[in-house]
């Protein structure tokens, strides 16, 4: 019997319920709905913004999770004993370093850094959510 992958929505929920729970950092804030004035007399509320998961997420994620999320990195190294995957976007750079885990098959990744490209200022939770952004967007097609 083969497992069954999770579904994207399942993923997503967990890295953020893993990020809220394994992380210092400050929770996503969620903005307020402000009400759209199409007409004095009647107001829409405005979509909240979604909420994405704080780059710790990526801390203990195997191979298969990290493309689930990322999409397939442009750029792969072998370095014995990591693995190196980059992702960038115009403003950033993502590195990924997964190491095998402790029963020797399984690559998890053991750290990640984020580096500023084009002399952008970007923080490592925008940098981040932006990968995210960008693959969700190649899913939609």
Excluded at 25 to 45: F, L, M, Y
Excluded at 104 to 124: D, K, L
């Amino acid at each position: 019997m083969t497992k069954k992958a999770p579904t994207a929505a399942v993923f997503f929920a967990a890295l953020i319920l893993q990020a809220c729970v394994s992380t210092n950092e400050a929770p996503v804030a969620k903005a307020s709905p402000q009400p759209v004035v199409i007409h004095p007399q009647i107001k829409i509320a405005a979509a909240p913004q979604k909420a994405y998961p704080l780059p710790s997420a990526l801390s203990g994620l195997d191979r298969d999770q990290v493309s689930e999320l990322l999409g397939t990195a442009p750029f792969k190294r072998k370095d014995d004993p990591a693995e190196i995957w980059q992702y960038r976007t115009d403003h950033c750079a993502l590195d990924i370093f997964l190491y095998r885990d402790g029963q020797g098959s399984a690559f998890r990744v053991r750290h990640f850094e984020t580096r500023v490209r084009g002399g952008q200022v970007i923080t490592e939770k925008d940098c981040f959510g932006d990968l995210i952004k960008a693959q969700e967007k190649r899913l939609a097609g």
